[in-house]
């Protein structure tokens, strides 16, 4: 399938529907029970209703998506990845819920049926626009005036622990820079006022940040979690020569065995809630 997508967001194609898109599915279980704590925050700002037609923008394997169902009229996940709309699908099916769909598209273009949802929500899927006016602009007609946005987005780096302990232990003593305040990554909607600017300007007012801290679990046990970074990080990690990686796993597995606590391996981390309601 060909799929249509802004000429800013290519090599998000490239990344999400394909090796990175194909780790994630595989991996589906865990990281929804990674955010597991963040996923409850989520739905609860989002106030799903029996008539609600929800879109779930960066919808992954779809457990959002599917949540979201369960409460509302309909649901809708879009993502780039064609990977885990296949594994969205067939969770969908095994589930039994049938008033849901999902689809393998770029939601910074594609063409939404206007004012069709009363809901738009994403779980950390809406950093990663290579122009995020547009996307927002183009997600927005797709709301009902009146309709609701419901958010959830990391603040900065230097706030989550679970992504910059290991970034600082796969540089192996090199400096580790400061992700950019804009571009497609993780943290590119970490700045309160540059997310109100982004929805404000497409359209959306009353604009809420609320801050909201979870730890992040990344294992059973240390071995588990050990197991689980590696491979996330295995590109990074076959950049260093033999002896710096052997070291780097080693102080890999002694921080993480420091996070070990009778619920697994477990990380501070932040994030925000963003709440916003579309222009009457």
Known sequence: M?????????????????????????????????????????????????????????????KSTRESARRAAHALGVDLSSRMIEEARRRAE??????????QTDAQVHPFPKAA?????SRHGVMFFGD??????????????????????????????????????VAAGEPVPEPPPTGAHPFSLSDPDRVRALLTGAGMTDVELH????PVWLGHDVEDALAFMT????????????????????AARQDIARHLDEHGVRYASAAWIVQAVKQP
């Open 94 to 103: 095994l589930d039994g819920i049938t008033n849901i769909a999902f689809e």
């Open 132 to 169: 995020p006016d547009k996307a927002f602009a183009n997600i927005a007609t797709a709301l009902r005036p009146g309709g609701r946005m419901a958010l959830l987005t990391w603040q900065p780096l230097a706030r989550n622990e679970f992504a910059s302990t290991f970034r600082t232990l």
């Open 231 to 250: 491979a996330r990080q295995a590109s990074q990690l076959a950049e260093l020569d033999q002896d710096t990686r052997a070291r780097v796993v080693r």
């Open 211 to 214: 801050a909201v801290s979870e």
């Open 117 to 121: 949802f009363d809901l738009v929500i």
């Open 2 to 62: 060909t799929v249509r997508v802004d000429p800013t967001n290519s090599d998000q194609l490239t990344a999400w529907d394909g090796d990175q898109g194909a780790f994630w599915a595989d991996h589906a279980d865990r990281f929804d029970e990674g955010a597991a704590r963040y996923h409850e925050r989520l739905l609860d700002a989002a106030r799903v209703g029996p008539a609600d037609r929800v879109l779930d923008i960066g919808c992954g394997t779809g």
